[in-house]
């Protein structure tokens, strides 16, 4: 009748596990890894995320309903994200005016 | 509701099953269903700011390495600890009823939770903001542009801007949310949840391991990703 009941052990688990990771993220933190420092913390970042979504948030006993939001949420995130870069990162791969005065020079010029 | 209980008694249901739904299975998975749809909404509340923040940490990388740098990580780690053992005994707290405990067990999780919220919040407002502030780094208050942090300098603001409103929000959720964890502490003092019904302290749950998410990530991005490394500590 009541829901899926999480034993007290896999709760404690997870939180060591929680403890171990925020130590390695700060640990990391102080280690040259070149261009990899960013994705390492974030790569932690995500496995701790998951941690907490699938246990002390139950997700991984829900139904599969609630797994379509929760895996809805993030995706629309990543939408946000993937987009917002994908101007961002890509503005100067075309060529532009030198600034801004001389562009409204040439549009103008002719009449 | 009284009708509701008797009716509910007479047909073997719980007390707190509600009519419209097939069985108390049901009733649970509805309201996990919609506390769900809030928090999707609630990604995507953080993911804007998320978002202007990996835009602008890309056009002003150095100044960004620059304000990390200015962050205390000893603060960072240990409110990141503080609030992920809140997150256990939140868990623990709706433990507690699904195992049929009596109400006081949950509220003594449940003042816990509070109690490490409380710590987290003190920790940010009055050490780490109040530093903050002394050492002028509070943009709009008396910021200022050191001649040390270079060319890169006048934009070091605009990280402290990202950080105040990125802290500000998340302790702002986690004030939202002390409140509902009393008024449920309340109502689990007066045993109204048990191995059947325990919707509120899952749904106020839920919302608590979010901020704890939310700050799982705030963590690594605002305190760590500066160039830690470096000696001369990124400047």
Not at chain 2, 220 to 227: K, N, T
Request: hydrophobic residues 55%; aromatic residues 16%.
């Amino acid at each position: 009748m009541s829901g899926h009941v999480v034993p007290v052990k896999t709760y404690v688990l997870v939180f060591l596990a929680l403890m171990v990771l925020t130590g390695l993220t700060t640990g990391v933190a102080f280690i040259d890894l070149h261009a990899w420092n960013t994705p390492a913390a974030l790569a932690i970042a995500v496995v701790k995320m998951l941690l907490v979504v699938l246990f002390f948030m139950h997700v991984k006993y829900s139904p599969k309903l609630t797994k379509m939001v929760v895996v809805a949420g993030f995706f629309f995130l990543s939408l946000l994200v993937a987009f917002t870069l994908a101007d961002e990162l890509t503005r100067n791969w075309s060529p532009r005016a030198l600034d801004w005065s001389t562009a409204a020079s040439v549009t103008h010029s002719p009449r | 509701m009284a009708d509701m209980a008797a009716h509910n008694a007479h047909h073997g249901q719980h007390d707190a099953f509600q009519h419209q739904f097939e069985d108390m299975e049901q009733q649970r998975d509805a309201g996990t269903f919609g506390m769900w749809v809030f928090l999707a909404q609630e990604i995507m509340f953080f993911g804007g700011i998320f978002g202007a923040y990996i835009v602008y940490r890309v056009l002003f990388h150095d100044a960004f390495e620059i304000g990390s740098n200015l962050l205390n990580v000893r603060f960072g780690a240990i409110n990141t600890i503080v609030l992920i053992a809140s997150s256990l005994t939140m868990a623990m707290a709706i433990h507690s009823a699904q195992a049929g405990k009596k109400g006081k067990t949950q509220v003594m999780y449940l003042l816990l939770t509070v109690l490490l919220g409380v710590i987290f919040l003190t920790l940010k407002f009055s050490f780490e903001w109040r530093t903050d502030y002394h050492e002028h780094l509070i943009p709009g208050f008396g910021f200022v542009i050191r001649n040390a942090w270079g060319g890169a300098g006048i934009h070091v603001p605009l990280f402290f801007c990202f950080y105040f409103f990125m802290t500000g929000l998340h302790a702002l959720h986690m004030i939202i949310g002390i409140p509902i964890i009393l008024v449920i502490a309340v109502m689990a003092w007066r045993n109204r949840f048990d191995e059947v019904y325990y919707a509120p302290l899952e749904m106020v749950g839920l919302y608590w391991h979010f901020v704890d998410i939310v700050w799982i990530f705030l963590f690594p991005l605002l305190y760590l990703v500066g160039g830690r490394y470096l000696s001369n500590g990124g400047q």
